[in-house]
């Protein structure tokens, strides 16, 4: 037997209901906040992401999936959207139009992680970006954003977390500081973080393993860093958040597993899925699109996932199951009755309702056994009998209350489909 990438998973059509649930909620928050959505390839070249994502980062040391085509050409599956987003941005001129650029999307992407609850190798994100506005008028437009989508699916149990990480001019400060703190506990910090204090020492607040978080709690907070600019523009974002009614605890250890953050970084985070908790991560990126070869432009912007939103609505949600029917089965004996339902049910498609007939070939009891089991609202009976005269019973099942009808006339079906 052959099975699916570890990793990965089937969405079974009842479980797809979720899915587009969340999805039809993206996209009307998005319309309602002006965001129009962008579409980019599945794989791009592997440098975009080394560039954009950054090749300190684990995602681009550790968990891409890269492959050399037959042109010998080095791609990688996207492990996230928005350095494509940057790309697609620069390659198709829009640095150029009137500011603010909105655009969202809900892709794949592909990690190679540990598989674990919450954590895949392919998973699906709703993601959303704001170009083009450095204010901290754009930093709440975007995190109002991803919290009237949260909104939207009832998933109450999230808290905002917020942070500010500083710019270029005073992230050096900081990083000195940290290097300092790190470098005196250096023999306790895992393997990886070793490697990192050297590389990238802002990734080790980053570490899920167990003692480098005991040492992080102590370690100094990029928000006492801060230049006076990143400082105004951090309350600026607090102010906005305080008037808009939005919840946020300060929480000086996010600092975003990805390379291109400035200034703002922001988690959602969800109760009582585990140890996978954040639903959603953000932060502003003003160095990413000059990075990968355009302008300087301000971003900013947050993908959702969708796996662990899924995960977090087991908790309780505004999702509610619908009841599945079909308006009418026609159960059919014989070659000249089956043509005739075939026919009536094209027809009644056209017109917007779900009909069914048989297409396995059933006894009359089995068809009819059927009809219940996808839950036919009405039935019709039609055999050879019913041919010859032309007259039919079409049945209520709720009630079993049989009306005649002729079978020619559509109208009269309809008509009885309809009634209360
Ligand atoms: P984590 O710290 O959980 O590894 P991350 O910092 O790598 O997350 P981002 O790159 O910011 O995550 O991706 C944004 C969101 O995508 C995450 O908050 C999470 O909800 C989701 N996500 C990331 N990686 C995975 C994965 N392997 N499986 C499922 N969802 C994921
Ligand atoms: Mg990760």
Redesign the pocket.
Known sequence: MIQKPRGTIDILPKEAKKWQFIENAARKVCKKHGFGEIRFPTFEETQLFARGVGDTT??VQK?MYTFIDRDGTSYSLRPEGTASVARSVIENGLASETMPLKLFYIINCF?H?RPQAG?YREFYQFGAELFGAATPTADFELISLAADFLDALGITATTLHINSIGCPSCRPNYKNALVAYFSERRDELCDTCKVRLDTNPLRILDCKSPVCSEICKNAPKTIDYLCQDCSAHFDGLKARLGVSGIRYNIDPHIVR?LDYYSRTVFEFISEGIGAQSTVCGGGRYDGLVSQIGGPELAGIGFAAGINRLILSMENGSAYKEEEEFVDLYIAALGESASVKATGICAVLRSKGFTAETDMVGRSLKAQMKYANKINAKYTLIIGDGEIETGKAQIRKMENGQQTEINIEDIAAIISELSAK
Do not use: H, I, N, S
């Open positions: 684990d995602v968990e990690r992680e954590r597993g």
